[in-house]
T-cell receptor
Framework: EAQVTQNPRYLITVTGKKLTVTCSQNMNHEYMSWYRQDPGLGLRQIYYSMNVEVTDKGDVPEGYKVSRKEKRNFPLILESPSPNQTSLYFC????????????FGPGTRLTVT | GEDVEQSLFLSVREGDSSVINCTYTDSSSTYLYWYKQEPGAGLQLLTYIFSNMDMKQDQRLTVLLNKKDKHLSLRIADTQTGDSAIYFC????????????FGAGTRLAVHP
């Protein structure tokens, strides 16, 4: 089954404790992206990657890091989480430049206290 | 920059039609999209329309595009409780890279 998986689905952590949210897709997609969803703000892009070893900032990259060492994986790293990073996070993938459909993971709800 | 706007909430009676509206800013968008987010799940592409079309119909869904006013709407006929979800309008970022600009989402509540 074609899918995007994220782990963990739920995470409660404390300020400053480094964490990683994993994202994996099994569709051999070139493009992957991270969004955060906040009430009334829709989805805002954090980082994206056009292919292995190619990543770039989205609209709200501050406080986040990513890596793309393999085509299927695109982890999101919070080196020192803060309460304003409490949000619902989505990973998405697409076949490549010009592909119109993005496939979303189920989301990771992160709470930073 | 691009901006996509939607109303945040819509409540309809089961069996009635729902109309969710959206305005966008980039007149060069080639596609415009509607994504659906069910409770506790990620977004799924519901439908899309090419910019050279005025209307697209797919079973109970009708998408209307008014390019002059940069207005997009999604009509759901015979709305069912299973249609309760958040609906996002999205347009491609003009700079490419598969980036989508999403509206804030319209929460559709269907009541008996």
């Amino acid at each position: 089954e074609a899918q995007v998986t994220q782990n963990p689905r739920y995470l409660i952590t404390v300020t400053g404790k480094k964490l990683t949210v994993t994202c994996s897709q099994n569709m051999n997609h070139e493009y992957m992206s991270w969004y955060r969803q906040d009430p009334g703000l829709g989805l805002r892009q954090i980082y994206y990657s056009m292919n292995v070893e190619v990543t770039d900032k989205g609209d709200v990259p501050e406080g986040y890091k990513v890596s793309r060492k393999e085509k299927r994986n695109f982890p999101l790293i919070l080196e020192s989480p803060s309460p304003n990073q409490t949000s619902l996070y989505f990973c998405a993938s697409a076949a490549g430049q010009g592909a119109y459909e993005q496939y979303f993971g189920p989301g990771t709800r992160l709470t930073v206290t | 920059g691009e901006d996509v706007e939607q109303s945040l909430f819509l409540s309809v009676r089961e069996g009635d039609s729902s109309v969710i509206n959206c305005t966008y800013t980039d007149s060069s968008s080639t596609y415009l999209y509607w994504y659906k987010q069910e409770p506790g799940a990620g977004l799924q592409l519901l439908t899309y329309i090419f910019s050279n079309m005025d209307m697209k119909q797919d079973q109970r869904l009708t998408v209307l595009l008014n390019k002059k006013d940069k207005h997009l709407s999604l009509r759901i006929a015979d709305t069912q409780t299973g249609d309760s979800a958040i609906y996002f309008c999205a347009e491609p970022f003009s700079g490419g890279y598969n980036k989508l600009i999403f509206g804030a989402g319209t929460r559709l509540a269907v009541h008996p």
